[in-house]
């Protein structure tokens, strides 16, 4: 099998499972969206963030292999799917679940193992012949008593193809959709939540009136040499030049700047693809709970030497996906490495660029250059500040802010009179409770849907949307 895009560090791997001849290749073909006559092992959509893989795996009945050969197979295909984000699909034609079904089940079974087996879904492959018949897949269920054990043993963890409908269609979007859904509920339940502190710096009262800011950007672009360039001290953020994010976890620094105090939040890499999923996801809520009530401005960075690929063009989708509709209104994109510009203005450097143009003009024109290497140039700061003061009042005056931040706050203040960190602690998890699963759906729509094009994007995303709106009650997905 061909290897996996070393690139990619995190991505989704579904394998399918089953007796020769039950529609394995065909049910790849319907998931990937394309239609081939070779079977193949692996196929496989990338995109900037999460790369998507479809193993077919050989039929337990295929006479040209042994037992143990096709068990080798299995065990090598299932050391490539050890991460969370996996799901395996063991798949039974509608019109027939005989002994010889049976007997497969149970040897795929112990191959796979208990941990596995949760995170397996049954697939129902010729759907039409029920059409034919008349009937439904839940009366063909109850009808067969062994197949009727499977289903319960598996927790209703089960979806129907219709194979000879070829191409992209309902169908596989909504197995997709059930499964990220399942994935999302699983992140949750886990509750991993409480072991991370939350270093939340308390200002005093009577200080001067504060300004939030929070850095955004992708990994290595210079996020945190910003924020050290902004506090004027070389080392409160880790800044190392290096193509890979330096930055895993959000943190919150402090200072004084003309009679003001200013925040600033530093983040992961929007395409960190070093991080799990969850913890992207637990420190973009982090960002959110630090800097609530809202933001006054989000600093989008980028360096003047940065090529602007597709990856770069759908950074804003993706900002506007995490943290809501109205985000670019409060954004400034903020150059780096502006001693590399030498005697080109910003502006003619802006002009020159078509994409660049495109983005500057999404956040309202606003932007800005910063020479990381002049530390001690205070006024490039200050005309930042005024640069923002501008656009807040652009904006009618005050922070940016949704019902997400609102609640952040809440919940920030709702333990501000218990004692020690564990009641900062204690906020951030209830706010990751409530907005956990909203925050993983804008990577979802944004890192997995949006940019992978794995499927007809918008189908898919209506479901993944109807997806969380059915998770519980107590998830408040509008950012309103």
């Known amino acids: 099998m061909e290897e996996m895009n070393k690139k990619t560090k995190t991505g989704f791997n579904l394998v399918l ?7 394995k290749s065909a049910s790849r073909n319907k998931i990937l969206s394309y239609s081939t006559s070779v079977t193949q092992n692996k196929a496989e959509k990338s995109g900037c963030q999460l790369s998507v893989t479809v193993y077919d795996t050989p039929g337990f009945s295929d006479t040209e292999l042994s037992e143990e050969e096709i068990r080798l197979k299995y065990q090598s295909v299932l050391q490539k799917c050890n991460s969370d984000l996996s799901a395996f699909l063991l798949v039974i034609r509608t019109d027939r679940f005989t002994k010889e ?4 089940v149970k040897k795929i079974e112990k191959i796979l193992g208990e941990e596995r087996r949760r995170k397996t879904w049954i697939l129902f492959t010729r759907g039409d012949e029920l059409d034919k018949k008349n009937m439904t897949i839940n009366t063909f269920i109850t009808e067969n008593q062994p197949l009727k054990k499977l289903v319960q043993k598996y927790e209703g963890r089960y979806h129907m193809f219709n194979n000879k409908n070829e191409g992209a269609s309902d169908e596989s979007e909504i197995l997709l959709g059930k499964i990220f859904k399942r994935y999302l509920e699983t992140i949750v339940s886990k509750n991993e939540l409480k072991r991370i502190p939350v270093n939340n ?11 939030r800011l929070v850095l955004l950007g992708k990994s290595g672009v210079g996020k945190s040499a910003v924020g050290n360039t902004i506090l004027g001290k070389q080392k409160v953020f880790k800044s190392v030049m290096s193509s890979s994010s330096v930055t895993h976890e959000c943190s919150e620094k402090h200072v004084t700047v003309s009679g003001r105090n200013v925040s600033v939040v530093d983040t992961p890499g929007l ?10 996801v637990t420190e973009i809520g982090r960002s959110v709970y630090l800097s609530s009530p809202g933001p006054h401005a989000f600093l989008i960075v980028f360096p003047v030497n940065m090529r602007f690929t597709e990856q770069e063009q759908q950074i804003l989708q993706k900002i506007e996906t995490l943290f809501g ?19 080109t203005s910003v502006e003619k450097f802006i002009e020159e660029n078509c994409n660049l143009k495109n983005l500057v003009q999404k956040c309202g024109g606003g932007y800005h250059v910063f020479n990381n290497k002049e530390l001690n140039n205070r006024d490039q700061v200050t005309e930042l500040l005024q640069k923002i003061d501008t656009m807040i009042q652009q904006n009618g005056g005050g922070h940016y802010t949704n019902q997400m931040y609102q609640d952040a706050q809440r919940f920030k203040q709702g333990n501000a009179t218990s004692e020690g960190n564990t009641s900062t602690e204690s906020g951030f998890v209830e706010f990751m409770k409530k907005y956990g699963l909203c925050i993983l759906k804008g990577a979802v729509m944004g890192g997995l849907v949006g940019l992978l094009g794995l499927l007809s994007g918008p189908k898919l995303a209506a479901i993944l949307s109807c997806s969380f709106a059915v998770v519980g009650a107590s998830v408040v997905c509008s950012y309103s």
């Open 17 to 23: 499972l089953g007796r020769k001849g039950v529609g």
């Open 201 to 211: 710096t308390e200002i005093p009262k009577d200080s001067p009136p504060e300004t």
């Open 325 to 343: 509709e109205e985000v670019l209104k409060y954004s400034i994109i903020l150059f780096t490495h502006g001693d590399l510009l030498e005697e």
């Open 271 to 280: 395409f960190d693809t070093d991080m799990k999923p969850e913890e992207f």
């Open 101 to 104: 079904d049976e007997d497969a």
